[in-house]
């Protein structure tokens, strides 16, 4: 019998591009609906994560002062527990600094 269960995947990304990039190698590489997936500051505080990327970098070079860069994003998803080894290591080859769950 296969296990059919529920279980949530938590990854930790420095940066709102990283975190973004995870979401869409989730619904791409592994088909999970975008629904299931979840996208939030890892703390109390607004955030564009914990050091600049993209948008949040002037052209200058310097990082933008206007960015909230007050901590790290956080992706969740809600997956079966037999998906979890594969999401996993998709997660950690995004540059998730830390995964937990599963």
């Known amino acids: 019998m296969a296990d059919d269960s ?19 190698h989730l619904v791409q ?3 999970i609906s975008r629904p299931d ?5 890892k ?3 607004n955030t564009a994560g914990s050091r600049p ?3 949040d970098a002037s052209h200058e070079g310097g990082a933008r002062e206007d960015a ?3 901590g790290e994003i956080e992706v969740s ?12 290591r998709g997660l950690g080859d995004a540059d998730a600094i830390r995964v937990s769950g599963g």
């Open 6 to 24: 529920t279980m949530t995947i938590r990854a930790t990304f420095a940066t709102r591009a990283a975190a973004d990039l995870a979401v869409e």
């Open 29 to 31: 590489q592994h088909g």
């Open 37 to 41: 997936i979840f996208i939030q500051s």
């Open 43 to 45: 703390g109390d505080e």
């Open 53 to 55: 990327s993209g948008g």
């Open 68 to 70: 909230a860069l007050e």
């Open 77 to 88: 998803v809600d997956i079966p527990a037999s998906e979890s080894a594969a999401v996993r």
